[in-house]
């Protein structure tokens, strides 16, 4: 697979984290690099155990991958180590000497500032982090003696990885309608979150990225405030098995129809390459743990050639069921 970038299309929550755990172990990732930030959590099932990971690149599933995390990513110092412990990954972890750092403080004020007010940010403190590094007053990870083992240059390992043909993966974080710059703003995260900022974070340029897979779920959700067009109710969404409740913050999620017409739009923006279409199962329950394309049901089979056709890409990866290997690969 050489050099992918994962970005999520929508408003996050698309299942990133499960198709990157995938890929980690079926395509024999070299490299995992982690963008963003801790108000991200990408869920990964392994031996029947649920991680909600915030700083651990979710590739981690696969015991010989280099987790690496990005000179323009957000450090949380205390949930890195929290969860370096939990997944057992001391010693082949590493992050950028550049990788700014969130401290309590930005957690505090992003709870109490009048000009966050109303914006349901997940109270990380995420964007009063990102305002400092932008008056270039934050921390940075070579400034922190703890994490002193763990400075890497991960740019350079990359793009060394990259020369090698070995295969790197940039995890994107959140979804591309969070993006700073092409999402509904104000109601977006402090970043943008498109695949051409993933690249950058990471130190990896535009030429040196063979595939950029957007991820897609079967229907859509949001945490927090701001548009989400077609928004059914709660009741709507428990009735239909789509009500979910968010990995990081346990929060509600809102949730509508999947859209086509966004689908295409953010595919043709990301210049994605291929889309993953998470929780098929979700919306048809017969296609729980199916792992062949022409063992799906009619109707699951439509849904899939309708976003296809739509979006005008191709779905080569199709989630049905939370674990790793819950999987359709039709890129074989
Ligand atoms: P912030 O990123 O914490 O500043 O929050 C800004 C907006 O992005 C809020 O609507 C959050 O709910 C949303 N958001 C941030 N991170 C995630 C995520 O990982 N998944 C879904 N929504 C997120
Ligand atoms: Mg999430």
Known sequence: ??????VGAFWGDEGKGKIISYLAL??????????GSVNAAHTVWMEGKRYAL?????????EKT?????????VHVAKFFEEVELTKVNG????????SIIEEKHSLQDRTSAHLKGLGTTGWGVG??????????????KDIPELK???ADVTKEINDGI???????????????LSLFHGTYPFVTGRDTGASAICSEAGVGPTRVDDVIIVFKAFITRVGTGPLPGEMSKEEARKKGWFETAAGTGRDRRSAPFDFDLARKNARINGATQAALTKLDCIFPECRSVRNFDELPKKAIQFVKEVEEKSKISVTLIGTGPAALDIIDRRK
């Open 128 to 141: 009063p982090a990102l305002e400092e590094r932008a008056r270039r007053t934050a921390k940075l990870a």
């Open 163 to 177: 020369d090698a043909g070995k295969n790197v993966l940039l995890e994107g974080t959140q979804g591309f309608m």
């Open 66 to 74: 280099r987790l690496l995390i990005a000179p323009g990513a957000n």
């Open 149 to 151: 083992q763990y400075v």
């Open 26 to 35: 079926n395509d024999k990732l070299d490299f995992c690099v982690r963008t």
């Open 54 to 62: 915030h700083m651990v690149p979710a590739a981690f599933i696969n």
């Open 1 to 6: 697979m050489a050099s992918t970038v994962i």
């Open 92 to 99: 082949r972890i590493g992050i950028d000497k550049f990788s």
